[in-house]
């Protein structure tokens, strides 16, 4: 029995399969449109995390992203942000290095910038010395400098004021600071939503950024004597360099603290930002941002 298409011209049929076809295609289209948009979840080793983008603000990963921990040295975010923040700032203006710094630095056993005592440093060189090799002794130094007050333990009572001033005033509900570095009495903690946010802001100001991705530096100080010598630092930071797009933050430890990492990275125009806390090594902290940056650039 033979079964005929009356009625139904070529034409048809062929606009019928096409449309049919395009169909099929849509539906495959939309299906891998909705896998590419849903990138697995990365598992991480510290214990907290966060990351934003930043251009947007929009929340892109959390784990215990408001559970209040030890941030080691990376509270010196606010301390660079502080000083960014005097009115009037001269990033040239000269500090002398005192003994006070020098002795601290050994006394806690502390990351540092290697300042000599009697040199005389810019405002914008205790930064580098702050943020690069991280060192403690400029962070007392610029505390020293800019809190108020007629003796230095009071200058940094009221530089470490400021912080928590500007803390609240960025609406960081979870963090609290005693200290001008990270090396804590107990009551130096953050998020981190809160250290993500903070670093987001602050990367608005200009010398910061240039700072926090510049990976090493050679600086020209003057010496006790009038003389000058060069001071060399290194950024503590493994991203800068090894991962396409870095542009910072700031690395952080300690013993409560363990390690932490506030880190950024932009490609084509999308600025990816965040934070991990209390990851168990430089390295896991390392690959626990290097996931979350992957991450965010896929969604």
Known sequence: ?????????RAGIAATVTLTAGA???????????QAASPPKPKITAKGGFVMNSGTGKTLFTKAADTRRPTGSTTKIMTARVVLAQKNLNLNAKVTVQKAYSDYIVSKNASSARLIVGDKVTVRQLLYGLMLPSGCDAAYALADKFGSGKTRSARVKSFI????????????????????????????????????????????NSTFRAIVKTKSTKQKVTTKSGGYRYMSWTNTNPLLGSYSGAIGVKTGSGPTAKYCLVFAATRKGKTIIGTVLTSSSTSTRTSDAKKLLDYGFKL
């Open 1 to 9: 029995m033979r079964i005929g298409f009356k009625g139904i011209n």
């Open 24 to 34: 099929v295609l849509a539906s495959g289209a939309f299906a891998s449109t909705a």
């Open 161 to 204: 004021g400021k912080m928590n001033a500007s803390a609240k005033s960025l609406g960081l509900k979870n963090t609290h600071f005693d200290s001008f570095d990270g090396i804590s009495s107990g009551k130096n903690y953050s998020t981190p939503r809160d250290l993500t946010k903070l670093a987001a802001n602050t990367m608005k």
